[in-house]
């Protein structure tokens, strides 16, 4: 059963002039680094965070941050199975997706200047549906396709190499929670 929750963050600010608004410390109900979360966001007053899907079995979840009521980071998590080179899939949805190594259990990964595509293997935790089809037992879930969009976009070429290289480290910070949230 899917639902949808908003969640409305105002009032302590840091030390980024224009961020009137406290850093989310989860994003799709996965705790992260509040200093990894903040380059992917714009200045402004308030955020919101909207969570479609939300379901105890976590087969699928998306989620978006908006600053001001604008669309601004967007978060897509879903259970798959088999094999799928992400980087190479997904290249045509981003902004000069470019491969990268995200280590421990991330086959395959790309980063861009817009957002980035990761799939990792992930079986899912005992309690959680652990198939495609529940029914047959088929489609045994072994692996969770990430996907993360940023709305606002640089065209200067400095902001787009900085913004690659936040959205690397926001990754390599978020994954490893993710997994202890969604995988076995």
């Not at 087969?59 to 259970?79: G, I, P, Y």
């Not at 990430?146 to 400095?158: D, G, K, P």
Request: aromatic fraction near 6%; charge should be neutral.
């Amino acid at each position: 059963m899917a639902t949808a929750t908003a969640l409305l963050l105002v009032g302590c600010s840091d030390d980024r002039p224009g961020y009137d608004y406290a850093i989310p410390e989860t994003y799709c109900e996965v705790p992260v680094v509040t200093t990894d979360l903040k380059p992917l966001l714009v200045p402004g007053e308030s955020v919101q965070e909207t969570i479609l899907g939300r379901d105890e079995q976590l087969e699928s979840q998306s989620c978006h941050l908006a600053v001001d009521k604008k669309k601004d980071l967007n978060l897509r998590l879903m259970r798959n199975y088999g094999e799928l080179d992400i980087a190479k899939e997904a290249a045509h949805k981003y902004n000069d997706l470019r491969r990268v190594s995200l280590g421990r259990n991330v086959t395959s990964a790309g980063v861009a200047e817009d957002g980035a595509a990761v799939w990792m293997a992930c079986l899912p935790r005992p309690g959680q549906t652990q198939y495609s089809s529940p029914d047959t037992k088929t489609g045994k879930y072994t692996h969770i396709s990430v996907e993360l969009r940023i709305q606002h976009r640089s065209e200067e070429a400095n902001a787009k190499i900085k913004k690659r290289a936040e959205i690397d480290t926001f990754l390599r910070s978020y994954l490893p929670k993710l997994t202890e949230r969604w995988c076995a």
